[in-house]
């Protein structure tokens, strides 16, 4: 693939792809666990801490998903 210059174009297209599933997996999480802007305006704290725990499980999945398995 590097040789014919497909690899720059297919590693784009997976980055796309990751950025797009962990876009949507933390959108599908945070409703299904009732996140919401009201949690963030009374407890700051407890919503970047639910947030951050949300963003870790969505990079693994897509990492499993797309990057580690072929």
């Keep these: 693939m590097l ?32 996140i919401t802007e009201q949690l963030k305006a009374d407890n700051q704290m407890e919503w970047i801490a639910r947030m951050n725990n949300i963003e870790a499980r969505s990079r693994e999945i897509v990492d499993y998903e797309l990057i580690f398995t072929v």
């Design 3 to 34: 040789m014919n210059g497909a690899l720059w174009t297919h590693l784009a297209e997976i980055d796309e792809q990751a950025s797009d599933m962990f876009s949507r997996l933390v959108e599908q999480i945070k409703v299904n666990e009732g």
